[in-house]
């Protein structure tokens, strides 16, 4: 009796509401061999009698009175399926399992990676037709999502998470500058925890840290450190060290890093964060190295950084966390013998203490899931946009980078645009780089008669060892604070994280520090060319100008 009210309330609330059924994801070219794990979502409510998924050569149809109340998963192969996520699907559409009910199927249904079409029907009625490429982008690992009726609003791959923005009002905090301030904070957040860190960075060699963290072990704090396992250059003799000394006070690390016929959500976990007594987080746009956390009056990177107090806040950073934790491709990170990084040698006297402040609105940014917050911010701009980059790479010849065609766009309208980039040795050195971006952005401005314009930063009298910020002001009111690279990789294939905040104090506070690297930095669009770029840069504004002019202009 208590199964068949069960069966009774399940028909109520799932097929009397009367939801359209639609596909909602699919994934056609996965990661494992043969792409045995392809697969079909469906969502909304009803009995699928009468449905079937086809892609003009084969298909399938639903057995006799199944239903969906929901969503519902239909795989090639049902254990192949669960190799890849963990659980068995719905249905499968070959019989490879008995763990797994069948559909009943036509002629084999195959998924062509690079061009297909997946069709719905209802009784005999087409209710919808997705195709690529077209409606999609064919690539290795895409998964496509239906989301407000739009296909791929974000580019997510296989294993990459789907956080949803959020926003957080009335927080406090202290907002903070390397190498100025960053140590102080960083030492007083860590000091201060009395039950949990959670710690997620993609460098770190810090002794310092290392040992505030092995301290705070000793105070019966539980503390769970995640690396990036496979950085650029592979992790040095001096992270090693750190993270060899982590784990032999029992702090268990562990490193993100594809393994043997694996893929790993990510291509870098770049993330610079810290969670503390699920209260607090700590995030910056630096490593946790002694470039980004130096002792007191010691030079460094330029970089920003904000320690927020709101336990809302630090859970949905948690949620991050513990989801990227869990991933298949993390492990133990067991390590060996390394040499302690040495400390810097070159005095800096700080400007730029740290300030507290209470009362913002943030919303975090997290990559690449809602990396696009970014785009939003930019896009808001009245009257002024401040954008301090370590370096800004175009997605192709002929196409801006994304982020910084919306700072254009922006100045288009009438908003002061200034753009400050790094003017390090390796940043400078080639063909097509930062001085060269900055001759551009200044000729783009110059030829449109618009309020942008670009500078390298002087770092001889700045001070600074490099300039590592990823960071933009907008209206003397926002401030983006990420470790979001702008290239093509860091905002759509990273795991990334920062925050937009919301406070005209801690605007002004980063405008300060802005403006004190803007002033002396190097204004001539010429720096370090020789006629070899300068033929390049003019061949590439003259080839951007063309496309803009033929796409905007008419």
Sequence with gaps: MRRLFGIVLFLMVCVGTGTAVLITEFCPDPYLHDDADEYIVLSGNGVLDGFIISDGRGGFRFPPGATLCGTLTVARSGPAYRESHGIFPDFEWIDYSMEVPDVIPGKPLRLANSGDMLMLYEDGVLVQNISWPGDVRAREGQVHYLEDNVWDPRPLLLGQSRFEPASFSDVRGTAFVSPDSSGGVMMAAVNAATDEILLNIYEFSSPEIAESLIAAKGRNVDVIVLVEGGPVGGISSEEKAVLWQLNQSGIPVYAMAPVTGQHAPYRYDHAKYLIIDRRAILLTSENFKYSGFPPEGMSGNR????????????????????????????????????????????????????????????????????????????????????????????????????????????????????????????????????????????????????PLEARCADLTTTGLDKIHNKGVIVDDQKVLVSSINWNSNSPNFNREAGIIIDHPGVARYFKDVFDDDWAPAIKSPGYGFDWLKISIVCVVIALLLVLYYRRHVR
């Design 303 to 450: 970089g920003w950084g904000v320690y927020l107090e709101d336990p809302d806040l630090a859970r949905y950073f948690i949620d991050v966390f513990l989801f990227d934790l869990h991933d298949a491709s993390v492990k133990p990170y067991a390590g060996t013998l390394g040499n302690p990084e040495s400390p810097p040698t070159h005095e800096r006297p700080g400007k730029f203490m740290p300030m507290q402040f209470a009362g913002a609105s943030v919303r975090p940014v997290i990559a690449p899931d809602t990396s696009r917050e970014i785009l939003d911010l930019i896009g808001s701009a009245r009257s002024s946009i401040e954008i301090e980059q370590a370096y800004i790479t175009n997605e192709t010849p002929l196409t801006f980078n994304p982020y910084l065609a919306a700072a254009i766009n922006a100045s288009r309208r009438g908003v002061h645009v200034r753009v400050l980039l790094d003017s390090y040795w390796y940043n400078t050195e080639d063909p097509v780089d930062n001085d060269e971006m900055v001759a551009l952005i200044n000729h783009v401005g110059m030829v449109e008669q618009i």
